[in-house]
């Protein structure tokens, strides 16, 4: 069960939040205004669960209670490691026909240049196998940065094709309507998405370079480690705070002071995470380890 605290507990039960859920999912999105200094914050909720599993599987239920409770919702993805099993918990209730998602429209929040659609390793691909075919999603409603368009002549970026891919990305959220419900997940160092350490708070989708450290995370998904592509379309914290509401999800000890900073530290740009305490509702998921150094 989740309460509406900084200091949250949970009980065995995983039942849908249905305190974050209580507004209105059809109403107006509101456009975000940017002030680097006199930041207004607010306390972060969160919620701790025993594991990886029921946190994974509460995840999924606020996602499944998003649709059904508005069928046409815009949803924010994420992929990498942390949302595997919300994935596939969201799949098994497919299944079982609790929740449908042949109205649901997405966007994902980042995309590797240097790899076509159908590399393996693309998170296209990813999202295609780990959720899109198993549910009755159409694939043209599910939209990533289109990373193949950027012209690179001898090795140096075209500057012109990079802003025009951002900027269609951001026109085509814009026209949807906007997100309903971001899935986030959080490096080691704070970033969420590929927005690093040094991003800014009025940044949105743009062309980044991989730090090292994001770079050595991902080899594991890459028979080698030079396979790893060191840039990526991602969107910004600009574009992830205008989603209407953020869920980011953390599991084990290695996200703990990341997740700790996030929640109680000051708002900056060495923690990116730490901007989702300008976002009046964004609710943390945490297993007991990632929730750990939580004072």
């Known amino acids: 069960m989740s309460v509406r605290s900084r200091i949250g507990k949970s009980s065995a039960s995983?039942?849908?939040?249905?305190?974050?859920?209580?507004?209105?999912?059809?109403?107006?999105?509101?456009?975000?205004?940017?002030?680097?200094?006199?930041?207004?914050?607010?306390?972060?909720?969160?919620?701790?669960?025993?594991?990886e599993v029921e946190a994974s599987q509460h995840v999924a239920g606020l996602f499944a209670s998003m649709i059904n409770r508005k069928p046409q919702c815009v949803l924010?993805?994420?992929?990498?490691?942390?949302?595997v099993k919300v994935y596939s918990n969201l799949c098994r209730r497919f299944l079982a026909g609790e929740v449908?998602?042949?109205?649901?429209?997405?966007?994902?929040?980042?995309?590797?240049?240097?790899?076509?659609?159908?590399?393996?390793?693309?998170?296209?691909?990813f999202m295609n196998e780990q959720l899109f075919r198993h549910v009755d999603v159409p694939l043209e409603q599910t939209h990533f940065p289109d990373a193949g368009r950027l012209v690179i002549n001898d090795g140096v970026v075209d500057s012109e094709s990079a802003n025009s891919i951002a900027a269609d990305y951001e026109a085509l959220i814009e026209r949807t309507g906007g997100i309903d419900l971001q899935l986030l997940g959080i490096g080691t160092n704070g970033h969420i998405a590929f927005n690093e350490p040094g991003s800014t708070i009025d940044s949105m989708t743009r062309l980044v370079g991989l730090t090292e450290s994001t770079i050595a995370a991902n080899a594991r998904f890459f028979e080698d480690a030079s396979d790893v592509p060191r840039q990526a379309f991602t969107?910004?914290?600009?574009?992830?705070?205008?989603?209407?509401?953020?869920?980011?999800?953390?599991?084990?000890?290695?996200?703990?002071?990341?997740?700790a900073s996030a929640i109680n530290g000051a708002v900056t740009s060495d923690n990116p995470a730490s901007f989702l305490q300008t976002h009046s509702d964004t609710l943390f998921v945490l297993d007991k380890a990632a929730a750990s150094a939580i004072a």
């Open 100 to 125: 449908a998602f042949e109205q649901v429209t997405t966007f994902n929040l980042d995309e590797y240049v240097g790899l076509p659609p159908g590399h393996e390793q693309s998170y296209r691909s």
């Open 14 to 51: 995983i039942e849908e939040s249905s305190y974050w859920l209580d507004s209105d999912p059809h109403e107006p999105q509101s456009q975000l205004e940017i002030a680097i200094e006199g930041l207004e914050t607010m306390a972060i909720n969160y919620t701790i669960l025993e594991d």
């Open 235 to 259: 969107m910004g914290i600009a574009t992830i705070l205008r989603a209407r509401k953020i869920v980011l999800m953390a599991t084990g000890e290695s996200k703990a002071e990341a997740v």
């Open 76 to 83: 924010g993805l994420a992929t990498g490691g942390t949302p």
